[in-house]
């Protein structure tokens, strides 16, 4: 499993909820909260550039905030 990249690791671990990540097969599924917030492809780092990374942060914004964490 590829790791994740540092600022959305940061955002996870400030915020005070629980989260972990999951293996799907082709995909990484990043549960915050006991709910899926977020898939991440496995084919390498998700980069700041990529969309993906600025959606899965968005993702993790709206479910660390639906659970009432800081965000």
């Known amino acids: ?13 400030d915020s005070g909820v629980e989260w972990r990540v999951e293996n799907g097969g082709r995909h990484m599924k990043l549960i915050v909260g006991g709910r899926i917030a977020a898939i991440l492809p496995m084919g390498g780092r998700t980069g700041h550039s990529k969309r993906s990374h600025k959606n899965a942060l968005a993702q993790v914004r709206r479910a660390i905030s639906a659970q009432g964490g800081q965000s």
Request: charge should be negative; aromatic fraction near 0%.
């Open 1 to 13: 499993m590829k790791r994740l990249s540092d600022d959305l690791k940061d955002l996870l671990d």
